[in-house]
């Protein structure tokens, strides 16, 4: 699947998140959240050696360009891991992202 890696995380609001000072330019992104997903070690959960090469062909694949071609079992590892690393709201606007099927529709009514 072809995913756009700069397209950027946004606040619940849909506004941008900035890295910094936000008169910089610089944003959170996708790319950015993949990679401290898949960097991510917990104290309780080493990185084993093939998780680590994993890792680093993907992280290599992720900074390739913009528009990165990702296969299933990619996807899987990235949200698997960004369930360890990141915050909830990070965590569904990379699934969004990443792999929109998965997302529930949302009850309008609650």
Do not use: Q
């Amino acid at each position: 699947m072809k995913i756009n890696v700069k397209t950027r995380i946004t606040e619940y609001d849909g506004s941008p998140i900035p890295i910094g000072n936000p008169a910089d330019g610089n944003f959170f992104d996708l790319r950015l959240a993949i990679v401290n997903a898949i960097n991510h070690v917990s104290e309780d959960k080493p990185m084993l050696s093939e998780d680590k090469s994993k890792t680093y062909a993907l992280s290599v694949k992720i900074y390739g360009g913009n528009s990165v071609d990702l296969t299933a079992s990619e996807i899987g590892y990235i949200l698997d891991k960004a369930k360890e690393a990141h915050v909830p709201l990070v965590l569904g606007r990379m699934t969004e992202l990443l792999d929109p099927p998965s997302i529930p529709p949302t009850d309008k009514t609650v």
